[in-house]
């Protein structure tokens, strides 16, 4: 089992910047990919960002060159960095686990809200 508790969501004006954390617990070690997802109201879950074991990140068009995935394996959390902050990336974010049985977790989600 692995668990997950996002933070650091929040309100923010727009081109400002949040950090979110997720600190991950649990079967670490089955862990391959950690992404961020999103979901804004009356939208589908989407990927923003991911970074596998190995170090390689991804991230969503939308979101490029603005927000950074990163991880601290001594502290076992993800991060993400997101900068120039729009209204459209209001949303719950979550953070989420697959491991090497392609399971997913989740955890419990963040919101974040950009005001214009």
């Known amino acids: 089992q692995v668990q997950l508790v996002e933070s650091g969501g929040g309100l923010v004006q727009a081109g400002g910047s949040l950090r979110l954390s997720c600190a991950v617990s649990?079967?670490?070690?089955?862990?391959?990919?950690m992404s961020w997802y999103r979901q804004a109201p009356g939208k589908q879950r989407e990927v923003v960002a991911t970074?596998?074991?190995?170090?390689?990140?991804t991230y969503a068009d939308p979101v490029k060159a603005r927000f950074t995935i990163s991880r601290d394996n001594a502290k076992n959390t993800v991060y993400l960095q997101m900068n120039s902050l729009k209204p459209e990336d209001t949303a719950v974010y979550y953070c989420?686990?697959?491991?090497?049985?392609?399971?997913?977790?989740w955890g419990q989600g963040t919101q974040v809200t950009v005001s214009s």
């Open positions: 989420a686990a697959r491991n090497s049985w392609s399971r997913m977790y």
């Open positions: 970074i596998t074991s190995g170090d390689r990140t």
């Open positions: 649990g079967t670490i070690d089955s862990i391959n990919v």
